[in-house]
């Protein structure tokens, strides 16, 4: 409404210059405080204005940036000045003139009898009586003075709360530093000191959360005191304490400077704790193993030579539904878990694979040499467990290496009954299927140093028909551990090593290991590999 | 895949904090305590040592497990280019028997800590989780009845979104967008670099705590 009564105010005006000479003209003084010119000018650089705003939002909009709110804020609240100066400016003088619209288009029809009318709508009329009634009500019958006493009092105590608004909320702005629309006051700045203090705590916390510093507990102090909280009650598992790192960093700094080509070590030394977990028994030199398998053979388990010895082990419960029971001897970090797992073997069986163990372990360590043999050892003990637990094994037998000689199919029974772990199980229990066919050669998977033999020695010859060639016992299927590496293994066997088949899995990376197990290469080929059968001995 | 940025605010700000939080947002916040248990893994498994941290949120009566691995950041020049820190994560809800899983595979136990505070999940322009959460470390193994804030007075402010590859631009360009709104009381950056508090917090949060105090008419 505004624009068009300026507008048209306007036209009028401008015909009515236009015929000026010749018609009554306009009084001077109202022309001067119309100014016309200045009105134009005025109006022209505000539509210029708006167009500039309108083409920043285009462009806005094309380039799909986000615009500058406050600018945009700013010109726009420039803009909305000028023209309410201008409007206003024209409001002044209006009055001296009415409408005459000379063009009627489909802009102005619906505006020019409003405009044009001297008297209100019939709607608009109504309204207007139903208002004044409103306002006048109770002084109707009054006097006019009085009415207009009483309008003015109204008018004042509006203009009074209006006031005090205002001031409340410019105290209120005042006082929170809102600023004015220039911007912000000055920000208030932290002071050195405090600053240098956020500072230093927030490096704190922002490694704490991403990289874990000052979060770590010294491993003496990481024992489980405490009763743990709800959740985590049932979550630790039983026998925890040596879980975490005597001191995480520096653990991973003692590995790191450990060449790269360690790792096959590393999982060949982890595959031969694992052995030590799962096999039936390790004996490392044949002349110690002669004496640790008499002494096994001395005391059997009882119904070892019977099938329900091999469903016994396998239907030992899993060492985390075992009850700790007393510690064997050698104590070490990271040997609960195993302990767990020996628990269901009778005392002395313990004691003698605890023992051959250890005995296996040193042989190892010494053959490897560089390593941490500690660590490692420990570290394979869980992951051999892990790998052999719940493995579908086939039939297979884990030899104890002793010698050739010392074997007979009873007392082998008898010696993996004794000797395999749970983790085993799964591996008896395909034994007991085909008692005959069981007879793994010895595959030591260390690298010792012992020199190695490149021939596979055999615990039965001779003894089982079937399988009287080195080959094809090699190829029996008890060799396939299932996950097998296809790389080939470790296959070697030695006399003095004794190692599983688990061994050869692990090999894969053995055989980048040393110069030791060069003469392997021959045997590794025809080591039965987990995941293929070995076709052909080529011995 | 994930953006990620984080920033700090003062504790005596965290209210205000909220109350912007919840007018931005438009859903209700929801209560947090979570024990983090990060697990590095021996050298055995592997040539380069892994990290893995296993979540256990506390707030629920049956309190639920998550294991998440945080992979590498994103490198190069379009890592430079966004505001936002874009990284590979890998989450999953797991049983409780996880940490057992992860101690017999052979994992220790690297560093724990409890974060408690408060988040809000909205979507704007990518699904963005903003967490407000106070980190406390516990003295003793597992003690999370006994935990004190590393930084008493300062709270960390965590702002998450996930992301895929081809996807990332967008949720950078959205959560540094919503990241603007809270510019009166924090600033947000990448993880590892520092901001340092606002100086305008003060004046934004006690406008935002303001009752008004205006005289009645």
Do not use: C, D, F, V
């Given at each position: 409404m505004k624009w068009g009564s300026g507008e048209c105010g306007e036209a009028e005006e401008r015909r009515m210059e236009g015929e000026g000479e010749g018609q009554e003209r306009l009084n001077q003084a109202v022309q001067q405080q119309l100014n016309l010119k200045q009105v134009k000018s005025r109006a022209e650089s505000l539509s210029k204005a708006i167009s500039r705003i309108l083409e920043d939002f285009d462009v806005y909009a094309l380039t799909n940036t986000t615009p500058k709110w406050q600018d945009i804020l700013g010109q726009y609240s420039m803009v909305n000045l000028e023209l309410f100066n201008i409007v206003d400016d024209m409001k002044k003088v209006s009055k001296a003139f009415i409408v005459h619209p000379k063009n009627v288009n489909a802009e102005n029809a619906s505006i020019l009898p409003v405009m044009l009318s001297s008297k209100l709508l019939p709607e608009m009329e109504t309204d207007d009586t139903s208002k004044r009634d409103q306002l006048l009500q109770g002084m109707q019958n009054l006097p006019i003075a009085t009415q207009i006493d009483k309008l003015k009092a109204r008018l004042d105590m509006i203009a009074a709360a209006c006031e005090g608004a205002e001031k409340v909320l410019a105290d209120t702005r005042k006082a929170y530093c809102f600023?004015?629309?220039?911007?912000?006051?000055i920000a208030p700045t932290l002071d050195k000191g405090q600053a240098a203090k956020i500072h230093e705590q927030e490096n704190l916390l922002r490694a704490a959360v991403n990289a874990g510093d000052a979060l770590r507990i010294p491993g003496d102090q990481r024992q489980i005191t405490t009763t743990p909280p709800m959740h985590l009650a049932d979550a630790l598992p039983v026998n925890e304490a040596a879980q975490s790192f005597p001191d995480g960093s520096n653990l991973f700094m003692k590995n790191?400077?450990?060449?790269?080509?360690?790792g096959g070590q590393n999982s060949l030394l982890q595959t031969s704790g694992a052995q030590l977990l799962g096999r039936s028994a390790a004996s490392p030199s044949a002349a110690t193993s002669t004496t640790t398998f008499d002494n096994t053979t001395a005391s059997p388990i009882p119904y070892a030579n019977s099938p329900r010895s091999s469903t016994h082990m396998m239907n030992t419960p899993s060492p985390q539904q075992q009850t700790p029971q007393q510690q064997q001897q050698q104590p070490s970090v990271q040997q609960q878990q195993q302990r767990q797992k020996l628990m269901q073997l009778p005392q002395q069986q313990q004691q003698q694979l605890l023992a051959q163990q250890q005995q296996y372990r040193q042989s190892a360590m010494q053959g490897l040499g560089q390593l941490h043999g500690q660590h490692q050892m420990q570290f394979s003990q869980p992951l051999g467990h892990q790998q052999f637990q719940?493995?579908?094994?086939?039939?297979g037998h884990v030899q104890h290496g002793i010698g050739q000689s010392q074997l007979n199919q009873g007392n082998q029974m008898t010696r993996l009954s004794q000797f395999s772990g749970p983790a085993n199980s799964a591996l008896f229990s395909a034994a007991q299927t085909t008692p005959n066919t069981?007879?793994?050669?010895?595959?030591?998977?260390t690298l010792s140093s012992q020199s190695l033999l490149p021939r596979v020695q055999f615990g039965l010859s001779g003894n089982n028909p079937q399988r009287s060639h080195a080959s094809q016992m090699l190829s029996d299927q008890m060799f396939n551990m299932g996950g097998g590496n296809p790389g080939g293994m470790m296959p070697i066997q030695q006399q003095q090593q004794h190692g599983s088949q688990a061994f050869g899995s692990m090999a894969s990376n053995a055989q980048n290991l040393q110069s030791g197990m060069v003469t392997l290469q021959n045997t590794q080929q025809n080591h039965p590999n987990f995941s293929q059968q070995r076709q052909q001995n080529p011995q | 895949m994930e953006c990620v940025v984080q920033g700090i605010i003062e504790t005596q700000h965290v209210e205000a904090l909220e109350i912007l939080l919840q007018g931005l947002c438009g859903v209700q916040r929801e209560r947090l305590m979570i024990h983090e248990i990060c697990l590095k893994s021996g050298p055995h498994l592997g040539t380069v040592a892994s990290e893995v941290r296993l979540l256990c949120d506390l707030e629920q009566s049956e309190p639920s497990w998550t294991v998440r691995h945080i992979g590498g950041a994103m490198r190069g020049a379009g890592a430079d280019q966004v505001s936002v820190l874009v990284r590979s994560m890998v989450e999953s809800k797991t049983s409780k028997n996880a940490l057992r899983l992860f101690y017999a595979l052979g994992y220790k136990l690297d560093h724990e800590l409890l974060k408690v505070g408060f988040s809000f999940n909205f979507y704007r322009g990518a699904q963005i989780t903003v967490t407000v959460a106070s980190i406390n470390k516990m003295?003793?193994?597992?003690a999370t009845d006994e935990a004190v804030p590393v930084t008493p007075g300062i709270q960390l402010v965590e702002v998450t979104a996930p992301a895929t590859s081809e996807t990332y631009t967008e949720v950078a360009s959205a959560m540094s967008s919503f990241c603007e709104y809270l510019a009166p009381l924090l600033h947000l950056s990448k993880p590892g670099v520092s901001t340092g508090v606002v100086p305008t917090a003060a004046a934004a949060a006690a406008s935002l705590m303001s009752d008004g105090g205006g005289t009645t008419l």
């Open positions: 600023g004015t629309r220039q911007g912000p006051a790191t400077p450990m060449p790269s080509n360690m719940g493995r579908q094994l086939p039939s069981q007879m793994i050669p010895n595959i030591s998977g | 003295l003793k193994l597992h």
